[in-house]
């Protein structure tokens, strides 16, 4: 038995005629209680449970009763007596009140976990809507205005302004619906199969009264404005659009082959007279957008929405603080410092810019399993994103934006795994070991933009974190263009890259990066060859693969921030790129 540190103060100190008399209770309590569970039915479970209980319990009192003997037995300078007016609780009672309060305890710690991490935060002491169950009596038919500042245009064929775009598709029909997780929804679509890699046929629901012709003209408007239009990645890749006798089918034929192509076919869809088919039109105001509603059976809080375009965040504050329009977004702690004491509610949401450390496949220190691993344990990434501006990023760990999986900081584990493998410090301890013949050390060169401030710190705090785990790092600073002839010649082991992501997930992109292995090939072609009905599972399940492999290790995503007005509703459950996900319920509280 090893040996314990004991309080003294632990038991108490009374007679030993008085430790006889309560071991003689306690045996005899314990015969009478096995003699009356004799007479009970054999076949009632719960009294035989409590049997059990009740005699662990006495056995476990009578063993403390002999350590207080024993106790006893010891030289003693005063012996305490017990009052006699002291009331007898049983310990049996206490046992059961501990466990009643355990109980409690953990129910009441899960309830503080909730809330923690729920994704109500405060800002410059002013807080976020909080999310609830209960109906909120909101006004009718209100115009919410928006103010944004400094966009590209307010032209919607043209622009590429996150807001803009997703208001956009949000009153638009498209064949499809991305949803969280990467899950398919079929909208205007009413089924969609993979005939082959270079076509889909596509069967309309007749519901939504879009013809053919609408999709055609949907497509061939895009293709007109080029890169200029947002979706036109979406319909590049469209050689022809043929038709069938059932004038509610068509098939989609590829230029080139793409077996996960059904998630680019959320592009908005509008008829052949231009008009989108929501209920909403679309009219140009100055400096600014306006969706007007033509529906009454459409999101009957709104009669429109507007967007206007302001030269500078300051005019935005100032117009916000005033009470003419009903929400702004900031991108920056001196946005927020602009508004000072006025009341207002904020969100947080992913503008999809995303900072990833990616590695070269073909490197032969990269391409080592432990090497990846120990790095990612290594990086203690919630320290790095402290020092950088830690109120408008978070973590990433996968280049997808919907991903649950989170990689762990473990310095230990770090080296840990290293050592498992058959790694060794040398004298500047750095990981070494043979391997064929030939001693390979630990080291990897890092590219690096050297315009940009905020990756080389980023680069310094991988590299003192990597260097305590026993790996060495060293960082080249180059310019953009020497970057980019580094990755085309493979002469790179990491590279600090700023990726832009959205709600569909761009495969051939991750292939082209991170298919580092047997492993992540095989979970690539899974999804390659899925029907549509799987495609989603299997990207999914691509995620575990390639976070499994380590084949790359996200730092973190950056933030914007929606201030909107405290009578505004409807905004609580935004994430990722979707501020309107909950527009039927957006609106002005009822005062």
Not at 95 to 109: D, E
Not at 215 to 220: A, F, G, L, R
Not at 293 to 306: E, F, R, V
Not at 387 to 399: A, Q
Request: proline share 2%; with cysteine.
């Amino acid at each position: 038995m090893s040996a314990k540190i004991i309080d003294s103060k632990r038991y108490k100190t009374i007679t030993k005629t008085q430790l006889e008399k309560k071991k003689r209770q306690n045996q005899y309590e314990i015969k009478s209680q096995k003699s009356s569970i004799k007479k009970k039915n054999k076949n009632t479970i719960n009294d035989n449970n409590s049997f059990i209980s009740n005699l662990r319990i006495k056995k476990h009192r009578e063993k403390k009763i002999e350590q207080e003997m024993l106790l006893y037995s010891r030289p003693q300078k005063t012996v305490l007596k017990e009052p006699k007016d002291k009331i007898y609780i049983p310990k049996s009672f206490i046992i059961i009140c501990s466990f009643m309060c355990a109980i409690i305890l953990v129910y009441v710690s899960a309830k503080i976990m909730i809330k923690d991490s729920s994704d109500t935060t405060t800002v410059f002491g002013n807080n976020e809507e909080k999310t609830t169950n209960v109906a909120i009596p909101l006004e009718t038919n209100y115009d919410l205005k928006i103010g944004l500042n400094s966009i590209d245009t307010t032209d919607i064929s043209k622009s590429h302004n996150l807001i803009i775009n997703d208001l956009y598709k949000k009153i638009s029909y498209s064949l499809v619906k991305i949803e969280n997780n990467y899950d398919i929804k079929y909208q205007i679509a009413k089924n969609i199969e993979k005939l082959n890699d270079n076509s889909y046929k596509v069967m309309l629901n007749p519901d939504y009264k879009i013809q053919v012709e609408d999709v055609i003209y949907s497509v061939e408007k895009i293709r007109t404005y080029g890169e200029e239009n947002m979706y036109y990645d979406r319909i590049d890749n469209i050689a022809s659009i043929d038709t069938t006798e059932d004038k509610n089918t068509l098939i989609l034929n590829l230029k080139e082959a793409n077996p996960y192509y059904v998630y680019m076919l959320d592009f908005p869809i509008e008829d052949k007279d231009g008009k989108i088919n929501s209920g909403f039109n679309i009219e140009y105001i100055q400096n600014g957008i306006l969706f007007k509603k033509i529906s009454k059976d459409i999101i009957p809080n709104l009669s429109s929405i507007s967007i206007t375009n302001y030269g500078s965040i300051d005019e935005s504050v100032n117009t916000f603080t005033s009470g003419n329009i009903d929400m702004f977004f900031a991108s920056s702690n001196n946005d927020m410092q602009l508004i000072g004491k006025n009341d207002y509610n904020v969100k947080k949401y992913k503008d999809g810019e995303t900072l990833f450390l990616f590695g070269n496949k073909d490197s032969q220190v990269f391409s080592i399993s432990e090497i990846r691993n120990a790095l990612m344990y290594s990086l203690n990434r919630e320290e790095i994103v402290k020092n950088s501006d830690n109120n408008f990023i978070e973590l990433i760990d996968l280049p997808f934006l919907y991903s649950s999986i989170k990689y762990k900081y473990d310095i230990v584990g770090a080296q840990n795994i290293m050592s498992s493998n058959g790694w060794n410090k040398n004298g500047y301890g750095i990981f070494e070991k043979n391997i064929n013949g030939k001693y390979s050390s630990a080291s990897l060169r890092l590219l690096v933009n050297s315009q940009d401030e905020n990756k080389i710190n980023v680069a310094n705090n991988i590299k003192n974190m990597a260097q305590n785990a026993g790996i060495s790092i060293e960082i080249e600073a180059l310019n953009q263009e020497e970057i980019n002839e580094k990755i085309s010649a493979k002469d790179y082991d990491l590279v600090l890259a700023t990726v832009y992501l959205n709600e569909t997930p761009d495969i051939n992109f991750l292939k082209d990066y991170l298919n580092i292995n047997n492993a992540t090939n095989q979970a690539f072609i899974q999804v390659e060859q899925s029907s549509v009905e799987q495609l989603d599972k299997n990207v999914q399940n691509l995620q575990f693969v390639l976070s499994e492999q380590v084949a790359c290790i996200g730092i973190y995503a950056r933030n914007i921030n929606l201030v909107y007005q405290k009578y505004i509703y409807g905004f609580d459950n935004i994430n990722y790129m979707t501020i309107f996900n909950n527009i039927d319920n957006i609106g002005k509280k009822i005062e």
